[in-house]
């Protein structure tokens, strides 16, 4: 366009068009190509040449769901690092960052106090109780099913609503950002990387991609450490720049990565995000799936054998999926469109509860079975009515007016998890001194105070009655095969095989059952001996030296890092 003196005029510019949109580049897209190859070679190619040398197996259960129970220290903690600090973290906490400040990083310095009381404290107990994974301790310290079942399906569900859902929305919107693809494509393409090798490789394949992917997370954090920008504020903005309405603190490192960064450390930056994405989903099905079938699946058929756990666990890992991209929407539109605080809502409404009831199954011999279910049923009712008036009544919008009922609109959620948490532990201690005590049995090696008790060998399965023997082909009686129960007691010891291999097996097949844990195999493997019983944490006066000093250094950052900031 032209003026009346012959000047062309400048374009008109949107006014709602704050950044200018910006992709990566075929350097970034290099980069990033190269970094999942060498993931895949780790999780595929490098870890079963490793396996074979360390012995740790995952075609049974103990090998896929606890990499046989002997892993090397620096790679666990590595993996609980980066299965801590995931997608949800970075895209999660620098949105909120973004959008109140400093104060939300109190989550993560909380989060030190944790790791370190895990270490230092709860995990001795663990140990000396022998339990695998939670709902298991609360099996053993109170014995029943209930307590234990309604917490496996209760972390199912948190799993699901506040890190499968979340992570993958989070890797999502990165993608998104950067390549403007579609967001539910976006997702596939995350799943489709991330659930090959936690399928094939159980935990041991989680733990040392965890490993690798530390040190990216680390040096990428570090590298965008110091820079900021603004984003919008008017919600009209907001569906403009994001696709979100309630707003856009989300993209905030996405931003960061696209606007700032120059070409091949931006893909670095998204090979960083998707690491993060990965190792934290991995974590998660692997728990999921571990949690499922030894908590819930044992229950319902007691005498599963080792194929049918791991063809189990395996195809949960899919419904999991499933089940979680159809909650994302809900994700997308909760808390104002800040994904931390959706986070920190869901944990506050369900965890306190079971949080009293594992801290005083810890410490106080005398909770019993009843006083815990019913404080746990109680908390957890109070919260699922909570998250459900959360749903219902979102948090309006800038330009709106707040209708949302009094128990919504003026208890913040913290306020409300200690609510919750003072319900349980009143409803806990009642009702544990109104009924019997519990046995010693019960709090055997369980609590902080009998943790040194003596080891008792644990109980056999008894057998049993024989089943009636079934005729074979040429009129013969022939023994009915028992080898199912004797794979529960001898679960990890031994390896019976109840199927033959198939001469002529075709590539497809072989596949479908490598993907399942159930490679045949031509020789059968000879009962290896029983494995020793690990029922102490204990180190060298050297080690534990040196893991104090570090305990006390970590507490004093942490207590600084309070301070500073308060």
């Known amino acids: 366009m032209e003026s009346g003196d012959g000047r062309a005029q400048p374009p008109h510019s949107d006014p709602l068009e704050p950044f200018p949109r910006k992709s990566l580049e075929p350097g970034d897209i290099a980069v990033l190509v190269l970094y999942f190859l060498f993931v895949l070679a780790v999780g595929l190619w490098l870890l079963p040449s490793f396996q074979s040398t360390v012995k740790t197996k995952t075609d049974t259960v103990k090998g896929y769901f606890l990499a046989g129970g002997d892993m090397v220290w620096w790679p666990v ?34 989060g030190l106090f944790s790791v370190l009381m895990l270490s230092w404290v709860f995990l001795p107990i663990y140990i000396a109780g022998q339990v695998t994974t939670m709902p298991e301790y609360l099996r053993k310290r109170f014995g029943g099913s209930r307590i234990s079942i309604t917490l496996a399906v209760l972390y199912l569900f948190i799993y699901i609503f506040t890190k499968i859902s979340v992570d993958m929305y989070a890797g999502a919107i990165f ?88 070409t091949g450390l931006r893909g ?36 599963a054998s080792e194929r049918e756990l791991m063809v189990v666990g395996r195809v949960f890992v899919i419904l999991l999926v499933l089940v979680s991209i159809l909650w994302i929407p809900v994700v997308q539109a909760s808390q104002g469109g800040q994904l931390f605080v959706y986070i920190q809502s869901i944990s506050s409404y369900l965890q306190p509860p079971v949080a009293v009831v594992f801290i005083l199954g810890c410490f106080w011999n005398r909770a019993n079975e009843k006083g815990a279910f019913s404080g746990l049923i109680l908390g957890l009712l109070l919260g699922v009515i909570r998250l459900v008036l959360d749903f219902i009544y979102p948090q309006p919008r800038c330009d709106q007016p707040d209708e949302r009922p009094a128990v919504v609109k003026y208890i913040h959620y ?21 009924t019997e005590p519990p046995s010693k ?11 040194h008790d003596p080891v008792v060998q644990k109980e056999q399965v008894p057998p049993g009655p024989p089943l009636p023997p079934t005729a074979s082909q040429n009129g013969a009686p ?36 490598w993907l399942c844990g159930m490679e045949n195999k031509s020789k059968e493997v000879p009962p290896s001996k029983a494995e020793p019983v690990l029922t102490s944490s ?28 308060a």
């Open 77 to 110: 903690g590595a993996s609980l690092f980066a299965s801590n600090i995931g997608s949800g973290h970075f895209i999660g906490l620098a949105g909120s960052g973004a959008s109140v400040g400093i104060s939300v990083a109190a989550y993560e310095f909380n």
């Open 175 to 262: 993608i998104q950002q950067s390549l403007d693809l579609d967001l539910y494509l976006a997702i596939v393409g995350l799943l489709a990387i991330t659930a090959l090798y936690t399928t094939a490789g159980g935990l041991v394949a989680v733990i040392y991609t965890d490993a690798l992917q530390t040190g990216i997370m680390l040096i990428g954090a570090f590298t965008l450490m110091g820079y900021n920008q603004v984003a919008c504020a008017h919600p009209e903005i907001c569906q403009k720049v994001c696709g979100n309405p309630s707003g856009c603190s989300d993209i905030a490192y996405p931003k960061l990565v696209l606007e700032l960064l120059p």
């Open 268 to 303: 670095l930056m998204m090979a960083v995000m998707v690491a993060a994405l990965m190792s934290s989903l991995t974590s998660i099905f692997n728990s999921a799936s571990t949690i499922f079938t030894m908590d819930l699946w044992n229950h319902i058929r007691p005498r």
């Open 414 to 434: 913290l306020y409300f998890s200690m609510v919750l948490s003072g319900a349980t532990l009143i409803t806990v201690c009642a009702m544990s001194c109104l």
């Open 441 to 451: 049995e019960k709090v055997h090696g369980l609590t902080w105070f009998t943790r």
């Open 478 to 513: 022939e023994a009915t095969s028992t080898n199912v129960q004797f794979e529960i007691v001898q679960e990890n010891t031994s390896k019976t095989h109840t199927y033959d291999a198939t001469p002529k097996q075709s590539k497809v097949a072989g596949v479908i059952l």
């Open 538 to 565: 204990e180190e060298s006066p050297l080690v534990k030296t040196l893991l104090d000093i570090n305990c006390i250094v970590c507490i004093t950052c942490a207590i600084f890092l309070w301070g500073y900031f």
